[in-house]
């Protein structure tokens, strides 16, 4: 069964406090992972798309990797706008459906 | 941003009653997905569509029913309203199978 796991749940960081979250799957025949950015009552907003183990891709203070079991999005010198859940999702095998992860809510005190 | 309105955007109801939540597109994508956000769950589908009047169902669909008749709209019906389909509910589209799925504002349902 395909399944993503993200971790921490929620993360607390100073302002400048560079840091890491992980996104852990297991899908047959991975053809997308995804990463959004949700805040509070809004929706998801989209982010990156890595489609293979050795992607990387960056957008301002954010980078995301993907290795064959799990993809990091690095936060470097976090600022309070960052603050927000950031969520992970995959898509995998024949389906054209996205199974996504719990989130981790990102909190930067400034 | 994919031009993705919902509406309403709130709504309290009863159990029992009817209800439906409509999702509009202005960006001719073919497939539209439903989604519900609860705390603890993440994002589940409910139900997609891959084209007009062509929709299947999702791994939480027990309760609700869609329909598809323009490819811009695709409504979500509840068709008695219970307490545990009280959350809130994305519509997303996206233009291929593989792209990018882009979200909508959200409804959030409450049921009484």
């Known amino acids: 069964e395909d399944q993503v796991t993200q971790s921490p749940e929620a993360l607390r960081l100073q302002e400048g406090e560079s840091s890491s979250l992980n996104c852990s799957y297991t899908?047959?025949?991975?053809?997308?992972l995804f990463w959004y950015r949700q805040d509070p009552g809004k929706g998801p907003e989209f982010l990156f798309t890595?489609?293979?183990a050795g992607e990387e891709k960056e957008k301002e203070r954010l980078k995301a990797t993907l290795t064959k079991k799990e993809s990091f999005l690095h936060i470097t010198a976090p600022k309070p706008e960052d603050s927000a859940t950031y969520l992970c999702a995959v898509q995998g095998g024949a389906t054209n459906k996205l199974i996504f992860g719990t989130g981790t809510l990102l909190a930067v005190q400034p | 941003d994919a031009g993705i309105t919902q509406s309403p955007r709130h709504k309290v109801t009863e159990t029992g009653t009817p209800v439906t939540l409509r999702c509009h597109q202005t960006?001719?994508?073919?497939?539209m997905y439903w989604y519900r956000q609860d705390p603890g769950h993440g994002l589940r589908l409910i139900h997609y569509?891959?084209?007009?009047?062509?929709?299947d169902k999702g791994e939480v669909s027990d309760g609700y029913s869609v329909s598809r008749s323009k490819t811009e709209d695709f409504l979500l019906t509840l068709e008695s309203a219970t307490s545990s389909q009280t959350s809130v509910y994305f519509c997303?589209?996206?233009?291929?199978?593989?792209?990018?799925?882009?979200f909508g504002p959200g409804t959030r349902l409450t049921v009484l």
């Open positions: 569509s891959y084209g007009v009047k062509d929709t």
């Open positions: 890595l489609y293979s």
């Open positions: 899908v047959s025949g991975l053809r997308g």
């Open positions: 960006e001719n994508h073919r497939y």
């Open positions: 997303a589209t996206r233009l291929t199978d593989q792209g990018t799925q882009y």
